[in-house]
């Protein structure tokens, strides 16, 4: 029977596994001097890289937050005065177009539509899942995880959220997850199905 391997996945994980293996080893390992002293080297250069990432990693949210807080004030304002301009007496599509205020027409012929889908892990298995709903009266979702050879019909949505709340295959193990959808018009699925999308759903 294979085995999985010793090394933990996890950064953080690692570190203690690196910090206990150095530890303990002692002559019987067959270690000399000079090559724990690289690990231990190893180890602490590693711990602070990991630590200048964490932090990266943690301002780059803050930057992020900062930025869409921005967008949502400057989309507020923007959209109180295009509702301005086009309420003018004057106002034409020909000058919306010009100032990029009038939206592409939508073509609602489910024949040929597909759905936008998209998702969010929740961890521990659950996956929060949203999808344009069109004209339709819902969806069909299917999965493929791993192990799986076809598509799985997860259910129908009727309304544009679904949460897909099985457990990992494997507890405290991630797993990648392959969904898509297809429109549901009169019980009959119609349409072409959605692109794919993978979720890694983090234990």
């Known amino acids: 029977m294979s085995k999985s391997t010793y090394i933990p996945t996890s950064d953080h994980d690692f570190l203690i596994w690196m910090e206990n293996f150095i530890a303990n080893l002692n002559p019987q390992s067959g270690l000399l001097e000079p090559e724990i002293t690289e690990l231990k080297a190893l180890r602490e250069n590693f711990h602070t890289k990991a630590t200048q990432a964490s932090n990266a ?42 100032l990029g205020i009038e939206g592409p027409e939508t073509s609602h012929d489910l024949a040929s539509a597909s759905p936008d889908l998209y998702g969010v892990d929740q961890t521990g298995g659950l996956v929060v899942l949203g999808f344009t709903k069109n004209k339709s009266e819902g969806i069909n979702l299917y999965c493929q995880r791993e192990n799986d050879i076809e598509w799985v019909l997860l ?49």
């Open 57 to 98: 990693a943690a301002l780059a949210k803050q930057a992020t937050a900062a930025k869409n807080e921005i967008r949502d004030k400057a989309e507020s304002r923007v959209r109180a005065d295009v509702k301005l301009i086009k309420a003018q007496l004057n106002y034409s599509k020909v000058y919306g177009a010009q």
């Open 155 to 203: 259910g129908r949505a009727t309304i544009a959220s679904f949460q897909d709340s099985r457990s990992l295959l494997q507890t405290g193990k991630p797993e990648l997850r392959r969904y898509t959808a297809i429109y549901m018009l009169k019980d009959k699925e119609v349409g072409q199905f959605s692109d794919e999308i993978v979720i890694n759903c983090a234990p």
